[in-house]
T-cell receptor, first 115, second 109 residues
């Protein structure tokens, strides 16, 4: 069945280590997104990609990197430069980007804790 | 700046009706989304409004007033499983979603 998968669900890392969060979708969606969710705050956009081999910075891209080598996959790397990486990370996809009625569908999320 | 306001928390009784309000200020407007998010899980899509008026979908309805920058989500015949956070998000002129912090809805028996 179609959907978005994120792995792992929980991730623990030591401070100073880079870590890569996986996001895969089999919905044949063109656009993919990474958000960060912190308690008491709205979702904040980290990066988004409208097509393969292209991606754009969101509001809080510093300390993060992404790649989009395949339509189905949009991994996010949290680098050691990210000052406060502990958060709930959500990946989403939509059929196209920049279309008002195009709903974003979310993966189950990865909770990253940096010790 | 761009801003979405919604109440932090609301409490309602099983079987009752609750209205969750959302006001928005965005540079341009291309519609408003409501999502439901259970604790520790992904947001799931509930509704999208771009024209003024009320859209009904079963027990859930969503209303939009573009002139007032205002929307609400109406939940009828509340069930315990409706306990969740409800996220309001507005689509700005660049088709970027601006998210509210969410309203945590607590349902009591």
């Amino acid at each position: 069945d179609g959907g978005i998968t994120q792995s792992p669900k929980y991730l623990f890392r030591k401070e100073g280590q880079n870590v890569t969060l996986s996001c895969e979708q089999n919905l044949n969606h063109d656009a993919m997104y990474w958000y960060r969710q912190d308690p008491g705050q709205g979702l904040r956009l980290i990066y988004y990609s409208q097509i393969v081999n292209d991606f754009q910075k969101g509001d809080i891209a510093e300390g993060y990197s992404v790649s989009r080598e395949k339509k189905e996959s949009f991994p996010l790397t949290v680098t050691s430069a990210q000052k406060n990486p502990t958060a709930f990370y959500l990946c989403a996809s939509s059929r196209v980007a920049g279309a008002g009625t195009d709903t974003q569908y979310f993966g189950p999320g990865t909770r990253l804790t940096v010790l | 700046g761009q801003n979405i306001d919604q109440p932090t928390e609301m409490t309602a009784t099983e079987g009752a009706i609750v209205q969750i309000n959302c006001t928005y200020q965005t540079s341009g407007f291309n519609g408003l989304f409501w999502y439901q998010q259970h604790a520790g899980e992904a947001p799931t899509f509930l509704s999208y409004n771009v024209l003024d008026g009320l859209e009904e979908k079963g027990r859930f309805s969503s209303f939009l007033s573009r002139s007032k920058g205002y929307s609400y989500l109406l939940l009828k015949e509340l069930q315990m499983k409706d306990s969740a956070s409800y996220l309001c998000a507005a689509l700005d002129s660049n088709y970027q979603l601006i998210w509210g912090a969410g309203t945590k809805l607590i349902i009591k028996p």
